[in-house]
């Protein structure tokens, strides 16, 4: 099952059609000097995508032209190990596509009673002269497990 998660405002658990918003902890950082790096950065809440479960995943870009993403994520059923599958969709407040970041794995999960919890983080880059441009409030992530 694929499900493709957008943001504006905070999440939406019960979401209709596959599609949950950024939480209000989405943020931006002041504009950076010569000594500091800037930060923007959105967490979703928790999100279901078949037997899975993502908790807290946050996206974070910075204007050196790194990223890091982090989530919890467990299963509630499996006979082989399930893999939490991100990837991420950068725009303009626009809306014009700036730069795709993932796919990213999670660990193999396994079940149990209570399912067991997997913290995982993945680091990228990108081209540091888009940062300026990313409105992190419009990031999409794709999930799949």
Not at 27 to 34: F, K, N, R, S, V
Not at 120 to 141: C, E, G, N, P, R
């Amino acid at each position: 099952m694929k499900r493709t998660i957008r943001g504006l405002a905070p999440v939406l658990a019960a979401a209709a059609v596959g599609t949950a918003l950024l939480a209000p902890a989405a943020q931006a950082a002041p504009a950076h000097t010569a000594a500091t790096v800037a930060v923007k950065s959105a967490t979703w809440g928790q999100l279901h995508v078949g037997d899975c479960q993502q908790d807290n995943g946050t996206i974070v870009v910075r204007s050196d032209g790194t990223g890091d993403w982090s989530a919890t994520t467990l299963t509630y059923q499996t006979h082989s190990g399930d893999v939490w599958h991100s990837s991420f969709d950068f725009k303009t407040t626009a809306g014009s596509a700036l730069f795709h970041a993932g796919t990213f794995d999670s660990p193999r999960m396994n079940d149990g009673n209570p399912p067991p919890k997997y913290f995982w983080s993945k680091h990228f880059t990108f081209d540091a002269a888009l940062y300026s441009a990313v409105d992190i409030f419009k990031t999409s992530q794709h999930s799949s497990c």
